[in-house]
Nanobody
């Protein structure tokens, strides 16, 4: 089993920045296979959508078009932490952000490949 704990959410004005972190504990990952961690978000009344993800082994990343150039995902192998630096935030970025981890994720953007999910952290961007 893997436990995921998110932190770093909050409220910010448009144009501001936040950094989300997700700490994984339990099963350890040695970079084998297609293990990956990522972030998804869900706004009120909307479906959950992919934001960004990173392959644990080689660090390959993927971003949704609406965050490219504004968000950066990174990982810390030694601490089993994935972070999402969010800059130039917009009101439409307001959502609950969920950390996810998958033991074998051939397609980073697709949520069914992720086995484990965090509780979510609220991000609110005001105009």
């Amino acid at each position: 089993q893997v436990q995921l704990v998110e932190s770093g959410g909050g409220s910010v004005q448009a144009g501001g920045s936040l950094r989300l972190s997700c700490a994984a504990s339990g099963r350890t990952f040695s970079g084998s296979g297609n293990y990956a961690m990522g972030w998804f978000r869900q706004a009120p009344g909307k479906e959950r959508e992919f934001v960004s993800a990173i392959e644990w082994g080689d660090g390959s990343t993927s971003y949704a078009d609406f965050v490219k150039g504004r968000f950066t995902i990174s990982r810390d192998h030694t601490k089993n932490i994935v972070s999402l630096q969010m800059n130039s935030l917009k009101p439409e970025d307001t959502a609950v952000y969920y950390c996810a981890a998958g033991l074998w994720v051939p397609i980073l953007t697709e949520s069914p490949w992720y086995n484990y999910w965090g509780q979510g952290t609220q991000v609110t961007v005001s105009s």
